[in-house]
């Protein structure tokens, strides 16, 4: 093994890279943890229901608007690893902030903001008045998070993973402590206290978050780089990203009508959220890989201790899960966790069971996304996107039609038969960037 080598197998032996994943991990969990808390505020306050309606119209408009700008972390990762690369990424992230706030302002701010909720969303009058001025004071919204993962993408490449978590803490902090302040007083609405309380939180978790990548925004500026990014070129490899981003959003409300076409579909309605909510929890830990990939993966050594490591994470989540699933653990968490009894419990547990390898697998994807976002063939991801949800579409359907089974099986099925096309399509579009790397790793090796 060549002395360079056995550099990069010190630098990423499993512990470091451990060391390295665990905040990124507790910063997912975090934000997972935080997700529900402003819909728990609302559901203290008076007239819940109309509230809750409001809050989550007003989440589902900016989460559209928000969509494009979901891929800066990972830009962010691999561009800022020169001064050139990062000062580029930077005005392309402002310039991105800038045109989603002036659509929400065209969308929040004027007249239009009415039709679109009473016509277009068919909104009754009440739930369209308590939605107004969530979204009036949503018009910022959509930037916080942008601005807030250009600055982690920085962080995450220079090696400054613990201050992402710090940052996270303090946006957590200030979320419990708005919505505590506003459900002790009542001094707003509903919906419009956990609209305050979550632009508070993600400005709090911007601000920190520039200001804790400052040491590595240094040393972004510090690294010389040859490489030129052209408008073009920027173009080229971002737009695939954010439309990977907006089929995904789009695609979410598929599983939810074929479920609901299920013969068993009140029961089924019921229990797929809490088989969604503990997923994505537990889903979310891996949510940091795609990143730690662009920032890791250098050679065959670098991506052979990757895959190690993802194997030993990916697989411990997912051991984590099916516990949770096949043992009396998992009738506590969704009985004494999430309220759910009976047989919307029975039918919760069927649905975790066969959501088991879902974190393995999430995780093997994520660690080829990182890859090809690192060479840029981000094309190729937004092409296993396509064929995931095509593939989860055909399954869900096409089981729906035989019929006789129950819809969260239907849809666990669906859900991870897309999951395992999505990574057999990344598999074949990454083994051009894979077979260069394992040629080096032999001859490191030899």
């Known amino acids: 093994m060549t002395q360079g080598a056995e550099q990069r197998e010190r630098h990423l032996r499993q512990r470091d890279l451990l060391r390295f994943f665990l905040p990124l991990g507790a910063s997912s969990l975090l934000m997972s943890i935080g997700q529900p808390l402003p819909v728990a505020a609302v559901g203290r306050l008076p007239n819940q229901a109309v509230m809750l309606a409001a809050l989550g119209v007003a989440q589902s408009l900016v989460q559209l608007i928000e969509g494009p700008g979901v891929p800066i972390l990972q830009t962010a990762t691999?561009?800022?690893?020169?001064?050139?690369?990062?000062?580029?990424?930077?005005?392309?992230?402002?310039?991105?902030?800038?045109?989603?706030?002036?659509?929400?302002?065209?969308?929040?701010?004027?007249?239009?903001?009415?039709?679109?909720?009473?016509?277009?969303?068919?909104?009754p009058p009440e739930?369209?008045?308590a939605a107004e001025p969530v979204l009036m004071l949503f018009v910022i919204?959509?930037?916080?998070?942008?601005?807030?993962?250009?600055?982690?993408?920085?962080?995450?490449?220079?090696?400054?993973?613990?201050r992402v978590a710090l940052s996270t803490i303090g946006r957590l902090a200030v979320l419990v402590a708005v919505l505590a302040s506003l459900v002790a007083t009542g001094a707003l609405p509903g919906a419009a206290a956990a609209a305050v309380a979550s632009l508070a939180a993600q400005a709090t978790d911007a601000s920190l978050g520039q200001t804790l990548a400052r040491p590595a925004w240094r040393r972004a500026l510090a690294i010389g780089g040859t490489k030129v990014w052209s408008a073009g070129r920027m173009w080229r490899f971002y737009a695939p990203l954010a439309m990977t981003g907006l089929m995904v959003v789009a695609a979410r409300p598929m599983l939810i009508a074929g479920i609901g076409r299920a013969g068993d579909a009140s029961v089924a309605l019921a229990a797929w959220p809490a088989v969604i909510s503990i997923v994505n929890m537990v889903v979310n830990l891996t949510?940091?890989?795609?990143?730690?990939?662009?920032?890791?993966?250098?050679?065959?050594?670098?991506?052979?201790?990757?895959?190690?490591?993802?194997?030993?994470?990916?697989?411990?989540?997912?051991?984590?899960?099916?516990?949770?699933?096949?043992?009396?653990?998992?009738?506590?968490?969704v009985t004494g966790g999430l309220g759910i009894v009976g047989p919307v419990a029975d039918t919760a547990l069927i649905g975790l069971r066969l959501m088991a390898p879902v974190?393995?697998?999430?995780?093997?994807?994520?660690?080829?996304?990182?890859?090809?976002?690192?060479?840029?063939?981000?094309?190729?991801?937004?092409?296993?996107?396509?064929?995931?949800?095509?593939s989860s579409a055909t399954l869900l359907f096409g089981l729906l039609a035989v019929g006789g089974l129950p819809g969260v099986l239907v849809g666990a099925i669906a859900y991870v038969g897309g999951l395992a096309l999505e990574f057999a399509v990344l598999v074949i579009r990454s083994m051009p960037v894979i077979r260069p790397l394992c040629s080096q790793a032999r001859a490191a090796g030899a």
């Open 287 to 333: 949510g940091m890989v795609q990143s730690m990939a662009i920032a890791k993966i250098e050679d065959g050594p670098s991506l052979r201790a990757m895959v190690r490591f993802v194997l030993t994470i990916g697989g411990a989540i997912s051991a984590l899960l099916a516990m949770a699933a096949f043992t009396p653990v998992g009738r506590v968490l």
């Open 141 to 162: 919204f959509p930037a916080l998070p942008t601005w807030r993962q250009f600055y982690q993408g920085v962080m995450i490449r220079h090696g400054y993973s613990d």
């Open 78 to 123: 691999r561009l800022s690893a020169d001064a050139a690369g990062a000062m580029f990424a930077r005005r392309f992230m402002r310039r991105l902030v800038f045109a989603m706030t002036a659509v929400a302002a065209v969308l929040f701010l004027t007249p239009v903001r009415r039709p679109i909720l009473t016509g277009v969303m068919g909104l």
């Open 359 to 390: 974190p393995l697998v999430i995780a093997g994807n994520e660690l080829l996304r990182g890859m090809l976002v690192r060479t840029e063939r981000t094309p190729a991801i937004r092409l296993a996107t396509m064929a995931s949800i095509a």
């Open 127 to 129: 739930t369209a008045d």
